[in-house]
């Protein structure tokens, strides 16, 4: 195969692999979103308007709970029988769900089974997108050649902001399209209704690539693990620990800026949920074109460097972040999403896959990345708009969860120095000799 063929094909599987990751993350973010602005409402309004938050944001925590299962089952048969196959039956999986939760009726039609039937949709959307990380990653860092497979890496990642951007952007027209009482009434319905159309999309997207390398050179060898998950806890039990505390700064500041600041900006500082949905598509936007200029970064400096700098900065700026926020200056809050989105979160997301990835052998390596990402969405990511909006009712301060985010940051950033670094070696070398390939210095 030519290098210019090499070059089409890598670029055609990063390009399916951002936009089937962005279609996904939107269903997921969606979510987030109306738990942010309108669940409290719909399906809690037996509660005061604080608690009605807090049960919102819990059954939106719910979905991480459910993602390691699904990445453990997704990684599982990953690792056996292709990672193609299954990030096709996430994708499917997630938009069917989503669809539905379009159609739910409220607490005021149904009673309590409004809340169950979301939170179990909200369980099988977790679910699904437990598989769809680890898939999305590989076909990528697999496809890709060892001095630029930090930079393609970090498409799928994009998918994140991407999607973040979307579903904000489908809420705040919404939103700006209906009255409060529409909005509450059927308007949060339109984003995700607009989920089956994406799937479809998605679908075809995705069935147009070929399996990773990677898989098929563990195809024609014969060599596939029996069960991934035992020798990823056997033999790998330390470093997946660390890929979990790694990621502490990323998760927990991640759901701060994109989900509970929404909260805060609306009920606490007065914000229209039009003006807080738009700052955060500006920082969406910021992190999107930052994200492959830092995963781009790591391809010549290493990942590790990266990474720790991302978390660094979630440290030292989370404080200024909500002194921006607090001005209730648009311009400053839109600095501040822009700042904290783009710098520290474009440093993490971009070169974690590239990173996760080159820990782990091929034959376990989608069950490995699964199981480290998603059990750090549940230590990390799911309990944080929880903690933050209860930290709040506690302190009536945001020192408290500012403090949180700096000590999350600290252990993102000693965890992570001790992970392998591989940038620029082939990935052969940890698919047939991991045990030999030393941390770098």
Known sequence: MSAQ?????????????????????????????????????????????????????????????????????????????????????????????TFLIGLLPGYASIGIWAPILLTTLRFLQGFAVGGEWGGATLMVVEHAPAKSRGFYGSWPQMGIPAALLLSSGVMAAVSAATTPEQFS??????????????????????????????????????????????????????????????????????????????SYLTTVLGFSRAVALEALMIGATACLVAQPLMAALSDRIGRRRVYIGGAAFIGLAIVPFF??????????????????????????????PALFAEQYEASIRYSGLSIAYQFATVVWSGPTPILAASLWAWSGSWWPLALY?????????????????????????????????????
């Open 5 to 97: 063929t090499e070059t089409s094909d890598i670029r055609r599987v990063a390009l399916a692999s951002f936009v089937g990751s962005t279609l996904e993350w939107y269903d997921f973010f969606i979510f987030g979103s109306a738990a942010a602005l309108v669940f409290n409402q719909l399906f809690f309004p037996s509660f005061d308007p604080l608690t009605g938050v807090i049960a919102s944001f819990a059954t939106f925590a719910i979905g991480f709970i459910a993602r390691p299962i699904g990445g453990i089952v997704f990684g599982h048969y990953g690792d056996r029988i292709g990672r193609k196959a299954m990030l096709v039956l996430s994708l499917t999986m997630m938009g069917g769900v």
């Open 185 to 262: 009434s059927w308007g949060w319905r339109v984003p995700f209704l607009l989920s089956g159309l994406l799937l479809v999309v998605g679908i075809i997207i995705r069935r147009s690539v070929t399996e990773s390398p990677s898989f098929q050179k563990m195809q024609q060898a014969g060599h596939r693990e029996s069960l991934p998950l035992a020798t990823v806890v056997t033999r790998h039990r330390g470093r997946t620990g660390l890929m979990i505390a790694a990621q502490a700064a990323e998760n927990t500041s991640f759901y701060v800026i994109a989900v509970y600041a929404l």
């Open 405 to 441: 985010v700096i000590a999350a940051s600290l252990i993102a950033m000693l965890c992570t120095r001790q992970l392998r670094e591989a940038a620029g070696r082939p990935l052969a070398e940890v698919e047939d000799r991991p045990q030999t390939l030393e941390r770098a210095a």
């Open 323 to 352: 002194l921006l926020l607090n001005t209730r200056d648009f311009g400053m809050v839109a600095f501040a999403m822009v700042a904290m989105l783009a710098i520290g979160q474009g440093a993490m997301q971009s070169v974690k």
